[in-house]
């Protein structure tokens, strides 16, 4: 997939644990390691939103896209 | 990769394995039966056999050996499709697979029956094109073919749309 997640880097930014980041977006730790090793088919932008709230960032901070060569 | 066969595979397989032989065993009783109790059939066998009923009884024997077979390949495709409900995963990526294997095997008997058919229908075209019995053998010919093909049609199109609702549900479940 050429559209990519920066989940981790925020995290580390933030220095934030995956279960606290689970806890305040407010959904389920096995969603947010599917998000966080690119798994994910699409995300909802309620949830977006909750995960830039909680990193205090940019939507484009946790994704970024990359063109496929 | 090779596939390790699991237990449950090698017992179906098994199982199916002795169907087989079940019905190859019916065959040869009803046979055995039928020289016993009818003289007349007797009396048929050992006609003096022309090329074109040897070939003729070698494409029946071929053609509905095929179709049992494609029959009890139906039934293992239904039995692990049962399986796969039991289990309580029926929109898996399997099952539309399963599904549309069953519409190949119901092709394929159409097809085996088109090669057995046509020899009869062209038997009778002998007789000339205008004969009435060479159109009816004609319809009834292409009415038994097209049923088996429609309903090969019906489990294609079944089985297509079960592989788009499992990718929907795949989508759905990888929907952050």
């Not at chain 1, 966080?36 to 699409?42: D, F, L, M, P, T």
């Not at chain 2, 039934?75 to 399963?98: C, H, T, V």
């Not at chain 2, 009816?136 to 073919?145: A, S």
């Not at chain 2, 429609?150 to 989508?171: H, M, N, P």
Request: glycine letters at 6%; aromatic letters at 12%.
């Amino acid at each position: 997939m050429t559209i990519e997640i920066n989940l981790d880097l925020m995290m580390v930014k933030r220095k934030m644990s995956l279960t606290e980041l689970s806890e305040r977006v407010g959904i389920t730790m096995s969603n947010l390691s599917i998000l966080k090793q690119g798994h994910a088919r699409a995300i909802r932008f309620s949830t977006l939103d909750k995960i830039c709230e909680a990193l205090d960032c940019q939507p484009g901070d946790v994704l970024s896209y990359k063109k496929e060569r | 990769m090779a596939k390790e066969i699991s237990l449950k595979e090698r017992s179906s397989a098994r199982f199916f394995t002795g169907l087989l032989f079940v019905v190859g065993l019916t065959y040869a009783i009803a046979f055995v039966l039928s020289l016993l109790y009818f003289p007349q059939v007797r009396e048929r066998i050992f006609h003096p056999l022309s090329l074109a009923m040897l070939i003729r009884a070698l494409i029946d024997f071929l053609g509905h050996g095929l179709i049992k077979l494609l029959y009890l390949l139906i039934a293992y495709q239904l039995f692990r499709l049962l399986g796969l409900i039991k289990k309580g995963e029926p929109f898996n990526q399997e099952s539309p697979k399963r599904i549309r294997r069953i519409a190949y095997y119901t092709f394929g008997m159409a097809a085996i029956n088109v090669i057995m058919e046509l020899e009869s229908v062209l038997s009778i075209a002998k007789w000339g094109f205008p004969y009435w019995g060479f159109w009816l053998n004609l319809i009834g010919f292409l009415l038994k073919v097209s049923e088996t093909v429609f309903f090969g049609l019906g489990i294609l199109i079944i089985a297509v749309v079960l592989e788009v609702g499992v990718r929907l549900q795949q989508d759905q479940s990888l929907t952050v």
